[in-house]
């Protein structure tokens, strides 16, 4: 302090003895320069340099909980702080709280801080835990903490408006950015990232045109944000206008590249890079297989200098999805090291293509590894389940994890239990999940609606509406097919209608299928030709003019099935379905002239029609049937079953059982129409069993059938007056 006092009277000694202002001011200079480099020295002496970003000191409380918290988890490093002598250290309650919100556990972070004693409650403390709340989305107790605050710097007010930019509410994050006292770079940015968050492209290029200094972040946020929203072009401008680039504006304009499938521009892009980390190279990979460019992933996968997990995942998941499962499996054997994400990529990549055996053996290798499956790992063995023992033991895993409360497992366990045939369990599978959302409830409903709980389906689709939730386009096919197996034409006209005019849901090929079904069964052909008419042609398959002429057939609608036979035909020449059916309406009208120039034209046209075929599994057997099928080894008992017990008891049944037809007659069973059973001379009675999941080819009695299917309809109206009441 003396020798900057002798330099700062120096000019007026000078100017007293009369030197001169040319002679005075370099020797000033040097003077300063000299006394500030002994001033650096003796700082640097005491404290050691410190590079790049902020550095605590090791022997600090604070480095020492953070250390030990990374090393063995908060609970060692609260024991710690407990013991700690001083409890007063403002700078390590700080640190512990940030700690427990690192580790998610806002209620021990919340009570941490408000025991801090008086002198450790300050703006470092407070902004850690305003902090905390932002990020755990409590925006409201966030904006509580931050009214309260005796003291807020620009970290504090950045800290509020990032929480309500994060939470959507854009309109006050603006206001509260508009009464900030004092605002930084990372103030604007902030903003500016909320406006792009929340699909508002254009506020957010406003408030960066209006930034009165911008830094790399600032260039970087706003390109990004034009990346997102699709505009390449725009971001491509800003970005070559960008005075400095890091690697995320870099990896951003690359990712944007090859999301608009700019495969070439992308790669020119990328060789251009100043700098490729591990990411850039990723990027490429993840982009180039994206693109159906698998080879040329591989490539770049290949030159990557330094390949971390990520990298692996995505050149793995680029050949599951490609269908190369074997490809995947070799690079997955080379893997160094393997984490959960790979494990479920690889074993989803085998249930996608419907490997189920391969999918299953990578899961018992995962379980005796030392990686642990979760709920997706669970949901991709679960949807190549085919038996309701396969998937108990998965429900029976994945309540031995703590999984058993997960929305999406309990989801994928009420469809397979649906479609493995086990309704009850379906049920008990939805009872049990704590948190329902819409997924959960069009699971549930069609599981009714599938199972012939048609009623039960109808209400669980009003409790759901009650609730709340959304219905989706599944769950109108759902709701529409359960209107079907009652024939409520009525309630499925004002469903039907309310997927447009109520929902703004376009409807699907399956709604208006669903719909001309219930109008054809109940009778009301014309109004269902009027249906089919109003379709775009695009949506016009095969699949719902065979179910319109099968409604002509049964109604003896001639002059609508010629019509609709004839828009058949044309959609599928090839197909033997629409011949087949139109010829069929023709013979039940006795029009024998008509069914004559069906089958010419059929000739004609080289069409053969291939006979239907039944596969069902006995004792962990496949036993496939064809149309009067001669090559089965048990065919002699099966065809003596079916004819002399089951056929006169499915007559016995109908409604139609007046009508004399020979044993040999072709029956197809439509199950859920209460007109009973219809006859179509081209479908054998084994294939008539095609729907049922009962193992009916056992040669069992009569008796023991009749009890099964009083056992069955005793079940449905257990389970249907279960959810009933339940609701």
């Known amino acids: 302090m003396g020798r900057l006092s002798c330099i700062k009277r120096l000019p007026r000694f000078a100017l007293r003895r009369g030197v001169s202002d040319a002679f005075l001011r370099p020797l000033l200079r040097t003077a300063f320069l000299l006394l500030r480099r002994r001033r650096l020295s003796t700082a640097e002496s005491t404290h050691p340099p410190r590079r790049g970003r902020f550095r605590r000191d090791p022997d600090s409380d604070e480095s020492k909980l953070v250390s030990l918290a990374r090393q063995r988890g908060a609970a060692a490093a609260r024991a710690v702080f407990d013991g700690m002598p001083r409890r007063d250290d403002a700078v390590a309650y700080a640190a512990m709280v940030g700690i427990h919100l690192r580790d998610r556990d806002l209620p021990r972070a919340e009570a941490l801080y408000r025991a801090a004693p008086p002198d450790c409650r300050g703006i470092h403390l407070d902004t850690v835990m305003l902090d905390g709340y932002v990020k755990a989305g409590q925006v409201d107790r966030a904006?509580?903490?931050?009214?309260?605050?005796?003291?807020?710097?620009?970290?504090?007010?950045?800290?509020?408006?990032?929480?309500?930019?994060?939470?959507?509410?854009?309109?006050?994050?603006?206001?509260?950015?508009?009464?900030?006292?004092?605002?930084?770079?990372?103030s604007w940015t902030?903003?500016?990232?909320?406006?792009?968050?929340?699909?508002?492209?254009?506020?957010?290029?406003?408030?960066?045109?209006?930034?009165?200094?911008?830094?790399?972040?600032?260039?970087?946020?706003?390109?990004?944000?034009?990346?997102?929203?699709?505009?390449?072009?725009?971001?491509?401008e800003l970005f070559n206008r960008m005075p400095q680039m890091n690697s995320y504006s870099w990896n951003a304009m690359a990712t944007g590249l090859m999301s608009a499938g700019k495969v070439d521009d992308a790669v020119q892009l990328f060789d251009k890079m100043p700098h490729k980390n591990v990411v850039s190279w990723t990027i490429m990979v993840t982009g180039l297989a994206q693109n159906g460019f698998v080879s040329r992933a591989r490539e770049f996968f290949d030159r990557m200098p330094k390949k971390d997990i990520p990298a692996w995942n995505s050149m793995i998941t680029a050949y599951t999805n490609d269908g190369q499962v074997n490809d995947a499996q070799r690079l997955f054997d080379l893997m160094p090291s393997k984490n959960l994400v790979t494990w479920n990529i690889i074993i989803d990549g085998y249930s996608m293509n419907n490997l189920k055996d391969e999918a299953l053996?990578?899961?018992?290798?995962?379980?005796?590894?030392?990686?642990?499956?979760?709920?997706?790992?669970?949901?991709?063995?679960?949807?190549?389940?085919?038996?309701?023992?396969?998937?108990?033991?998965?429900?029976?895993?994945?309540?031995?994890?703590?999984?058993?409360?997960?929305?999406?497992?309990?989801?994928?366990?009420?469809?397979?239990?649906?479609?493995?045939?086990?309704?009850s369990s379906a049920w008990l599978a939805f009872r049990r999940l704590n948190e329902k959302d819409a997924i959960t409830w069009t699971s549930m409903i069609q599981a009714l609606a599938n199972h012939g709980c048609a009623p039960c389906a109808l209400q669980g689709f009003a409790q759901m509406l009650r609730r709340g939730y959304k219905p989706s386009s599944t769950t109108f096919t759902a709701v529409l097919s359960a209107c079907n197996h009652v024939g409520l034409v009525e309630k499925g006209r004002k469903i039907f209608k309310s997927i447009r005019h109520v929902y703004g849901l376009e409807p699907t090929i399956e709604h208006y299928s669903c719909l001309v079904d219930l109008l054809g069964r109940a009778g009301y052909v014309r109004e269902a030709k009027e249906v089919v008419d109003g379709m775009q042609r695009d949506m016009c398959d095969e699949a719902i003019l065979g179910t319109l002429l099968g409604a002509c057939m049964t109604h003896n609608e001639v002059e609508v099935a010629r019509a609709v036979g004839e828009d058949l035909v044309k959609i599928d020449p090839s197909g033997s379905g629409g011949y087949t059916l139109l010829a069929n309406v023709f013979a039940s009208g006795r029009m024998w002239n008509e069914v004559a120039s069906v089958w010419k034209i059929m000739k004609g046209s080289k069409v053969k029609k291939t006979p239907g075929f039944s596969q069902i599994e006995v004792n962990a057997r496949n036993h496939v049937f064809y149309s009067r099928d001669q090559m089965h080894s048990q065919r002699t008992e099966i065809y003596e079953m079916l004819n002399s017990r089951l056929v006169p008891q499915m007559k016995g049944s109908s409604s139609l059982g007046t009508d004399s037809t020979d044993q040999n007659d072709l029956l197809y069973a439509l199950e859920s129409s209460p007109k009973g059973y219809q006859y179509n001379p081209d479908i054998h009675p084994l294939a008539s069993m095609e729907r049922s999941n009962a193992k009916v080819f056992e040669n069992r009695s009569s008796s023991m059938l009749t009890s099964g299917l009083q056992k069955l309809q005793a079940w449905r109206d257990k389970v249907a007056w279960k959810f009933k009441t339940s609701l």
């Open 143 to 186: 904006r509580r903490l931050f009214d309260g605050m005796a003291a807020k710097n620009v970290v504090a007010w950045t800290c509020m408006v990032s929480g309500y930019c994060r939470a959507g509410h854009v309109e006050e994050a603006r206001r509260l950015f508009d009464l900030m006292p004092y605002r930084n770079v990372f």
């Open 190 to 236: 902030t903003m500016v990232q909320g406006y792009a968050h929340n699909g508002m492209l254009r506020e957010a290029r406003e408030m960066f045109d209006k930034m009165p200094e911008r830094n790399v972040v600032a260039w970087t946020v706003i390109v990004k944000a034009y990346v997102d929203n699709g505009c390449i072009q725009e971001a491509l």
């Open 361 to 423: 053996r990578l899961f018992l290798l995962m379980l005796r590894s030392a990686v642990s499956p979760d709920s997706t790992t669970l949901i991709s063995i679960l949807v190549v389940s085919e038996s309701t023992m396969e998937v108990r033991q998965i429900h029976g895993l994945s309540t031995k994890l703590g999984y058993q409360s997960e929305t999406n497992l309990g989801n994928t366990l009420v469809t397979m239990y649906s479609r493995s045939g086990n309704l």
